[in-house]
Each structure stands twice: as C-alpha cells, then as structure tokens.
C-alpha cells in the first residue's frame, strides 16, 4: 500500500517552461487536494476535486490548472513558470464516508525551482 | 473565513521534559475538525492527532496530548517525555465540518528543537 505518491520529487524549470506534478492514491478516497507550502508559511490550498470529475479552486489557484483524471489520479500542471511559483508542493487525499470527512493523508512532496 | 494562528515560531525543549505548543483559531462555525501534523526535514507531513470539536473529551495518542478549549478557540499540543525524534515543524490545522469544504487550514507552524 504505497498511500499517496507525487513525481517528480524534485524540478528545475525555468521561467516560461511548463510542467505537469502527478499524484496518485491507492487508498481508494474521493477527494484530492494540491497544497503549496513556502518559507515560513503553512500549506495552502491551490484546488481541490471532492470527487472525480469535479475540481474546485483554492486561496491560491492563479497559474496552476488540475485535472482529476481518474479517481487515483489529480495532476497540477503549470503553464508558463513564475519565480514566485518556487515551492513544495503537496498532494494530499482523504476519504468522505457519508457526512463525516475522514484523515487527510499527504504525499511527500514535490520540490520545485523555477529559475 | 476561517483562520489559524500559532503565535510560537520557535520552541524549544530539554530531552524528556515536557512542552506545549499553542494555536488559535477563529471560525463561526459549530462542527469542525482540528489537527497537529508533524513535518520532519523530510518534509512528509504525519498526523500527530484529531480532535473533533464535538468531543468534548481531548484527544490523547501515547506521548501527544492536546488541551482544546473550544469557548476559548484554543487547541494547544502537550509532548511529554520529549524524545531527539520529535524535533521538527509542529503545524496545527482546521476543518470544516461542511462536508463540502474538506481541505484543511493551516497555521504557519512552530519549529520544535530537542536538546540531549
């Protein structure tokens, strides 16, 4: 049971370049979350999808798109880098069992550089 | 809109004594949900506990307790018995009890030293 699993584990990109961050969960849950954690900040969230097919937007979701393309998968994809969008960047997925929103689980991580 | 304020950025504590770290929080809402999660330089984000707020019982898992004052909108996290392993980045968390509404908020996070 790997839980929730994001590649890459490391990026360097620069400024203009596109990317795509995957994330995968084998806990069979139904929601997805991408968070970005900066220095001295706590996670915020960039967007979210509660069940496949639907995504949501975050505090922070400007220059980021998701997809949700399955119930395992949520990828965040970066269309034109910024400088301010260096970051760690978090998956993270729970699951929703009637009214009750389970323990949300995290990835480890994606640590990304945009020069 | 909810937030989530822990006023300690660094702490530290003696191998085997005991500290506590605060959080606030403000929301007008009834049912939530608060956490401790632990981030380790590896930066994997761990549960350390859950606390519902309709408990009114606080929430205790081995070494990890918290004091949660929900009048008061405080939720403050009790290591006893501190160990070289519990040095890391201790953030407190939100949730909503709107099932719609089930990402977390997070405070910006209390960076815990274990001195040996």
């Known amino acids: 049971n790997a839980g929730v699993t994001q590649t890459p584990k490391f990026q360097v990109l620069k400024t203009g370049q596109s990317m795509t961050l995957q994330c995968a969960q084998d806990?069979?849950?139904?929601?997805m979350y991408w968070y970005r954690q900066d220095p001295g900040m706590g996670l915020r969230l960039i967007y979210y999808?509660?069940?496949?097919?639907?995504?949501d937007k975050g505090e922070v979701p400007n220059g980021y798109n998701v997809s949700r393309l399955n119930k395992r998968e949520f990828s965040l994809r970066l269309e034109s880098a910024a400088p301010s969008q260096t970051s760690v960047y978090f998956c993270a997925s729970n699951r929703q069992v009637g009214w009750t929103q389970e323990t949300q689980y995290f990835g480890p991580g994606t640590r990304l550089l945009v020069l | 809109a909810q937030t989530v304020t822990q006023s300690q950025p660094e702490m530290s504590v003696q191998e085997a004594e005991t500290v506590t770290l605060s959080c606030t929080y403000d929301?007008?809402?009834?049912?939530?949900?608060l956490f401790w999660y632990k981030q380790p330089p590896s930066r994997q984000m761990i549960l350390v506990i859950r606390q519902e707020a309709y408990k009114q019982q606080n929430a205790t898992e081995n070494r990890f307790s918290v004091n949660f004052q929900k009048a008061a909108k405080s939720f403050s996290l009790k290591i006893s018995d501190s160990q070289l392993g519990d040095a890391a980045m201790y953030f407190c968390?939100?949730?909503?009890?709107?099932?719609?509404?089930?990402?977390?908020?997070f405070g910006k996070g209390t960076k815990l030293s274990v001195k040996p």
């Open positions: 806990m069979n849950h139904n929601s």
């Open positions: 968390a939100y949730r909503s009890g709107d099932r719609s509404q089930g990402n977390l908020i």
């Open positions: 999808s509660a069940s496949e097919g639907t995504t």
């Open positions: 929301t007008s809402e009834s049912d939530y949900y």
